[in-house]
T-cell receptor
């Protein structure tokens, strides 16, 4: 069953702008993960944030987690055309430790 | 350097003809997963292994089965593919549960 829901479903921006994607979920979790998928390829792990953490950074990526609102956001700063991809959040539904994915946000960065 | 390898990259089968997809890993990870992803949809977990312990998702059709003969290999068997089984099949591994997943490039299955 699907746990996370990403918002927006699609996002189109210009190179250099920031991109923000949100993920909401329904049950308690142990961690939340963000993945990237280029068209027709496998997923690539970006960041894992645990339920007792509020923010994590990796390069141009910033992830926040608000367990009281059951939501997370992924911020990509200074976007590049190469960031064009689909971005998925994954949560371990009910604390199961097994990732369940949302439908993703399709990001297009125009050069 | 490939760590999770899926073969073949593209697979075409006929309606009702059994098909096997394969996945191998060089990471020595304990957990292996199979996800099904249809166009513009979320990857849907079919089953996972923790070592030899097999875990089937409740809504995975009986038509789908899996084998993990050793740590490195995992197979997805579709006994009688239907048109609705056309999808990308993604294999992933993790060292332990609750850790990040490493994905293969996927096998795109077409059913004619």
């Amino acid at each position: 069953s699907q746990q996370g829901e990403e918002d927006p479903q699609a996002l189109s921006i210009q190179e250099g702008e920031n991109a923000t994607m949100n993920c909401s979920y329904k049950t308690s979790i142990n961690n939340l993960q963000w993945y990237r998928q280029n068209s027709g390829r496998g997923l690539v792990h970006l960041i894992l944030i645990r339920s007792n953490e509020r923010e994590k950074h990796s390069g141009r990526l910033r992830v926040t987690l608000d367990t009281s609102k059951k939501s997370s956001s992924l911020l990509i700063t200074a976007s590049r055309a190469a960031d064009t991809a689909s971005y998925f959040c994954a949560t371990d539904e009910g604390g199961s430790y097994i990732p369940t994915f949302g439908r993703g946000t399709s990001l297009i960065v125009h050069p | 350097d490939a760590m999770v390898i899926q073969n073949p990259r593209y697979q075409v089968t006929q309606f009702g003809k059994p098909v096997t997809l394969s996945c191998s890993q060089t990471l020595n990870h304990n957990v292996m997963y199979w996800y099904q992803q249809k166009s513009s949809q979320a990857p849907k977990l079919l089953f996972h292994y923790y070592d030899k312990d097999f875990n089937n998702e409740a809504d995975t059709p009986d038509n789908f089965q899996s084998r993990r003969p050793n740590t490195s290999f995992c197979f997805l068997d579709i006994r009688s593919p239907g048109l609705g089984d056309a999808a990308m099949y993604l294999c992933a591994t993790s060292r332990l549960k609750n850790e990040k997943l490493f994905f293969g490039s996927g096998t795109q299955l077409s059913v004619l």
